[in-house]
């Protein structure tokens, strides 16, 4: 399982600039930079792990991410007791973090992202703010 501490953010919105008559699409410097944090981690990760499976070139692969957001400051302490595990059904979405992690990883863990064929998002509050994931091969 690879983790990535630290605030936590999805895929953000294609950003668009004109250039005289052309149109340009760009990624905003937030979910670039996050990429590049998850790619990162991810390498570090293959470096650590060299007996286990990380590289899935051809085959259909499973993704797994456990997203825990950390408790706002402001919440008292039996609120945070109450809540610690509880779903987060607040932003970002859950389709966000697949995409940000799955974009991130192109061409690393994988050719394309088209091979995820089966994704599971799991969103929580907790303590300490990061997402946890792991890739499989689908063997079944």
Not at 35 to 45: P, V
Not at 72 to 80: E, F, V
Not at 86 to 102: C, E, Q, S
Request: with cysteine; charged share 35%.
């Amino acid at each position: 399982m690879v983790f990535v501490y630290g605030k936590i953010h999805g895929k953000g919105r294609p950003r668009f600039r004109r250039i005289g008559n052309f149109v340009s699409t760009y990624t905003d410097r937030t979910t670039t930079e996050y990429e590049k944090l998850i790619a990162a981690c991810y390498k570090e990760y293959i470096e650590t792990n060299p007996d286990e499976r990380t590289v899935f070139m051809d085959e259909a692969v499973r993704l797994n991410i456990k997203a825990t957001f950390e408790m706002p400051k402001s919440w008292h302490k039996n609120k945070r007791a109450e809540m610690a595990g509880k779903p987060h059904t607040t932003k970002p979405d859950g389709d966000n973090l697949i995409k940000v992690i799955a974009d991130a990883l192109n061409g690393i863990a994988y050719t394309d992202d088209k091979q995820i064929a089966i994704m599971r998002v799991e969103k929580r509050w907790g303590e300490n703010e990061g997402l946890d994931f792991e890739l499989r091969e689908i063997t079944e």
